[in-house]
Nanobody, 119 residues
Framework: QVQLVESGGGLVQAGGSLRLSCAASGTIFRLNCMGWYRQAPGKQRELVATITGGGSTNYADSVKGRFTISRDNAKNTVYLQMNSLKPEDTAVYYC?????????????WGQGTQVTVSS
């Protein structure tokens, strides 16, 4: 059974930075597409960024140029570096994984970590 544990959320002022981490277990990590998703109050969960086992990335238009997804296959961990944060980035951020392909929905979800950006 895949387990995903996120960390690194918190409260930050607009323009600041945060780095999220997601540690995976119970899966062959290097074969998985890993992704970050977010859900704001009253809104649907949406894609933020994905990264394939080979390192190909995809970003939502709203975060391009500000967020960077990366992975360390030796540590079974995926990261999301968030810079130039805006109040509209406030949401619960979830890590997701899926074997081989980056298609919706992920096969497994983490518990989520809150990111709050104050203006």
């Amino acid at each position: 059974q895949v387990q995903l544990v996120e960390s690194g959320g918190g409260l930050v002022q607009a323009g600041g930075s945060l780095r999220l981490s997601c540690a995976a277990s119970g899966t062959i990590f290097r074969l998985n597409c890993m992704g970050w998703y977010r859900q704001a109050p009253g809104k649907q969960r949406e894609l933020v960024a994905t990264i394939t086992g080979g390192g190909s990335t995809n970003y939502a238009d709203s975060v391009k140029g500000r967020f960077t997804i990366s992975r360390d296959n030796a540590k079974n961990t995926v990261y999301l570096q968030m810079n130039s944060l805006k109040p509209e980035d406030t949401a619960v951020y979830y890590c997701g994984s899926k074997a081989y392909i980056c298609s919706w929905p992920p096969g497994s979800w983490g518990q989520g970590t809150q990111v709050t950006v104050s203006s």
